[in-house]
């Protein structure tokens, strides 16, 4: 009998491809995002930029409702509802950085203007936040892209990751806009 000379790929090596892709791709959106808001400089902004930070905070709101709806369905092996439910979560984030990005491009930066032992409070959560962000987006990307092909091992090991860390970003963006909010009102 001939041996086949076709290898099999096994199952680190079926995801590392698109786990490249995505990274390239958060990447490149980090970088972008860092540029708009810090490097490109203010834009004369019409008036209804102003109420984009109020939809950002409804945005990750509705977010951080859906992801725990979702996770409540997974774990009550309710995987239609699920679906539903993370498929909404990842809708109301990407409505949240279309809205993000539009606001910093006519905004720029936002300084906040408080003193006392809100300033390093504030500071820690959007730093965290941030950089939590920052590790979220490839996390969802991946999550999204193994659960769409069906690749459930892949999926379910990713997700234990993301879920917190989205539910985090989700909920700390919430909570930058009501303490940013309350010191330039």
Known sequence: MAESTTETIDGPQLARKPIVGILVLSIGVAAFLVWLIYFKGKVAAPP?????????????SASAVCLSLGYISIRRRRPYIHIRFM????TFSALFLVSYIVYHYFHGDTLF?????IRPV??????SHISCS???LPLIFATLWFALRNQFRFHRRIARWTFPVWLYVSVTGVIVYFVLKSYTS
């Open 48 to 60: 209804w930029v102003g109420l984009l930070p109020g939809a950002n905070a409804f945005f990750n």
């Open 87 to 90: 498929l909404a979560a990842t």
């Open 113 to 117: 203007p408080g003193h006392g032992w």
């Open 122 to 127: 504030y500071f820690f959560i959007l730093i």
């Open 134 to 136: 920052m590790v979220a």
